[in-house]
């Protein structure tokens, strides 16, 4: 979080410079330099998606239309839907969260997937657009994988584990010793990099745990920490569904192109149609408009999102989710499966049923992505405005650290000598591989680097010194 010369240091203010401090120093420029881009990029494709979503919706759901008294039935709607996009297949219907906006009806066609846009009172069909092809999903796109796939995931898990090093080191040079708080917490008002310096470190430590919340809810996304260390340990258990039969694939299975499905439910296996099980749900024949009139009758009122079945074991499903924006509170989260065949209810999972580890993530989810009202919007565009600001009062601070004649070189910090208690830094380390496996991956890779060849060739030390 800040970036210091050898002339002026906060530790100079606090103490003196030690080899614990220069080490801290040294890991703090080398995590910036792989992180810095990275984090821009994060900060301004979060500030689209936030700002995008909030004003124009994802999906076309925030379309305005004139309310009437009563609106048409779902299945005519749906009609209407599937006549607009011939040889079509009806997927998804996503009701209208006020009555002044459309309803929306997923169709795919040969494997593409189209949103319908649809007046719920007249079933005129007013926009038909590819699903996923909007400006919001271009920045998640770029904000997810940098859109080059699992490469893109593991680069920006490795920023994302380098800003915790980042963050520990910017907190262990900045943190008040014979200053005092104010001097850390309260910038001074000087002039040229004295006063970068200041923001950097007072700004830093003041919302240091906020960016620690960020970082490691934007990790349980990642392919490695979150996908293999985190979310196989926290799904909700299947077995809690009373014998009804389970079918081959996950929840997962819901999500396309987008997670759309709760966190603590992707690797639970779906329930399966075809039997006698469950509670009672649906009396008589089950069509879209019984399940949409079930949906209505436990619960489901406002904006929510049916899923039709797949295939002949399929369920419908009825689902609300805070990560979708189907609601502000990420605590009424619910999912809901019917069997097609008899109407009974075959699941019924809320965000009590979660583990404490899904019910955190229900949360951080929401609070990540700013979909808890125009607050969390607010807030999380001051985050991302702070992001940038660290990025770039580091380049400066680097940028003006740097002494004359030093064109072309990275100017680093000095490598620290016989460092007093090493294994204590060995053991930080150590922690850090063990917590966050590409951080780990990353830092012995840069100190084999370190150590082997840029402090031996006299080339590369040039360089980097």
């Given amino acids: ?70 609106a048409l039935a779902v299945s005519q709607q749906a009609e209407a839907a599937v006549a607009a996009v011939p040889g079509g297949t009806l997927k998804q219907y996503v009701a209208p969260r006020r009555d002044d906006l459309a309803a929306i009806f997923r169709v795919d066609l040969e494997g593409d997937a189209k949103m319908v846009v649809v007046d719920p009172y007249t079933a005129e069909v007013l926009e038909i657009f590819p699903r996923r092809s909007g400006w919001y999903d271009f ?9 080059i796939g699992v490469t893109g995931d593991r680069m920006l898990e490795i920023a994302a584990s380098l800003g915790m090093v980042l963050i520990a080191t910017g907190l262990y040079m900045w943190w008040p010793r014979e200053a005092g708080w104010r001097a850390a917490l309260v910038p001074a008002l000087g002039r040229g990099r004295a006063l970068w310096r200041s923001l950097h470190g007072g700004l830093g430590l003041w919302i240091s745990l906020v960016l620690v919340f960020f970082l490691v ?21 299947a077995g809690k569904w009373d014998n009804v039969p389970l079918s081959d694939v996950t929840h997962a299975s819901l999500n396309h192109a987008r997670n759309e499905v709760p966190w603590a439910l992707e690797l639970t296996p779906m329930p399966a149609s075809g039997s006698n099980a469950g509670a009672s749900g649906i009396d008589g024949p089950v ?15 406002a904006r929510y999102q049916l899923n039709l079945p797949k295939g002949d074991t399929g369920v419908w499903t009825l689902g609300r989710d805070s990560m979708n924006t189907d609601d502000e509170d990420p605590t009424s989260d619910r999912t809901v499966h019917i069997d097609q065949y008899t109407g009974n ?27 808890l009202g125009l607050w969390s919007v607010l807030a999380n565009t001051a985050v991302c405005l702070a992001v940038l600001f660290f990025c770039i009062s580091a380049v400066v ?15 680093a910090p000095p490598l620290p000598r016989n460092m ?20 780990g991956l990353t830092l012995i890779t840069v100190l084999a680097l370190d150590a082997l060849l840029l402090q031996r060739l006299p080339v590369l030390r040039r360089l980097v010194n």
Wanted: proline share 4%.
């Fill in 397 to 411: 601070m680097w940028w003006k650290r740097r002494p004359a004649g030093m064109a072309g070189r990275l100017a």
């Fill in 287 to 301: 069509t879209i408009d019984t399940v949409d009139a079930l949906a209505r009758r436990i619960g489901f009122d």
């Fill in 139 to 147: 920045a998640d796109s770029i904000h997810s994988d940098l859109m």
């Fill in 217 to 237: 809810s934007g990790l349980a996304w990642a392919g490695v920490w979150g996908g293999m260390m985190v979310q196989a340990w926290s799904q909700f258990p």
């Fill in 1 to 70: 979080m800040t970036s210091i010369d050898t002339t002026q240091t906060p530790a100079q203010a606090r103490g003196g410079v030690t080899p614990f401090y220069l080490a801290a120093w040294r890991w703090h420029f080398y995590a910036g330099l792989f992180v810095i881009p990275f984090f821009c990029i994060l900060a301004v494709t979060g500030m689209m998606m936030l700002w995008i979503s909030w004003v124009d919706g994802r999906d076309g759901e925030r379309t305005a239309v004139i309310a009437q008294e009563v």
């Fill in 420 to 439: 007093p208690m090493w294994q204590g830094a060995v053991l930080a380390g150590l922690v850090v591989s063990v917590a966050f496996p590409m951080a």
């Fill in 345 to 371: 209810i075959l699941a019924d999972v809320g965000y009590g049923d979660y583990s404490l580890a899904g019910k955190a993530m229900a949360v951080g989810i929401a609070l990540h992505m700013g979909t």
